[in-house]
């Protein structure tokens, strides 16, 4: 509630900073795939009203902008694709086995797509990194 009586330029300063700080728990995935992935995505609306907020009065201000906009909506795509691939994952962990065939085909499933996760991961973090350098350029711009 206190970000909405701050001022343009102070809303924009806490927004990267908090971002920084998002950014870098994401990358590193302090709260698991899942939730990373959940993190990214309020992030990423989050920068979408703080680019829509944001007045410039040229040309290239405005095609930067909505180049922006449509990568952080194509990075919000991926990231939900990932997170129902990481919530489908978290299923499989939790079905029932019956039988050692079962538990030796579970674990190498599970091996396979924690490797696929942390590619993944480490894909869209790094996407992720420089957007939010990118914004941080454009919004610091007078």
Known sequence: MQLQTLEP??????????????????????????????????????????????????????????????????MGREYAQFETFCANCDRFDRMAIRNWREWLSKCAVHAISRGYRARVSHHLAYKIRLFHSRLSAVLTET
């Not at 993190?39 to 979408?48: D, H, I, S, V």
Request: no cysteine.
């Open 9 to 74: 330029p102070d809303d924009i300063a806490f927004f990267i900073v908090e971002g920084t700080h998002r950014i870098a728990t994401i990358s590193i995935n302090d709260y698991g795939f899942l939730l990373s992935a959940r993190m990214a995505q309020t992030y990423l609306g989050r920068a979408e009203q703080v680019l829509d907020n944001k007045r410039g009065f040229d040309r290239v201000f405005f095609t930067e902008v909505s180049t922006l906009k449509n990568t952080a909506a194509s």
